[in-house]
């Protein structure tokens, strides 16, 4: 079982920066992958971007690619997404998710159903 917790949302102006971090407890041992995702209102959860727990390799979405960066802390059992020039369209409730699961062939995971556990969530607003 793992416990995922969301920290740093806020508002920001158009441009500037924010860091998001996602607090990892229970059995990290086996974890696999980790990612964020966002939901704004009257719309469906996108994949945002996910990192292997082990290697570090990463994947983005196109919309974030070069603005966003997620990493990984093993020894604080912490993921991280640092978003620079963030645009009114980032506007969402961002989630942490994780997973244990290792599908061979299947890297990247940039869907909703690929992970197990889910944080609670935490708002980030883009002011224009």
């Known amino acids: 079982q793992v416990h995922l917790a969301e920290s740093g949302g806020g508002l920001v102006q158009a441009g500037g920066s924010l860091t998001l971090s996602c607090a990892v407890s229970g059995d990290t041992f086996s974890m696999y992958a980790m990612g964020w995702f966002r939901q704004a209102p009257g719309q469906e959860r996108e994949f945002v971007a996910c990192?292997?727990?082990?290697?570090?390799?990463?994947y983005y979405t196109a919309s974030v690619k070069g603005r966003f960066t997620i990493s990984r802390d093993h020894f604080k059992n912490t993921m991280s997404l640092q978003m620079n020039t963030l645009k009114s369209e980032d506007t969402a409730v961002y989630y942490c998710?994780?997973?244990?699961?290792?599908?061979?062939?299947?890297?990247?995971?940039?869907?909703?159903?690929?992970?197990?556990?889910w944080g609670q969530g935490t708002q980030v607003t883009v002011s224009s």
């Open positions: 998710a994780a997973t244990p699961t290792r599908t061979p062939g299947s890297w990247p995971l940039d869907s909703v159903s690929e992970f197990d556990y």
């Open positions: 990192i292997r727990w082990s290697g570090g390799y990463t």
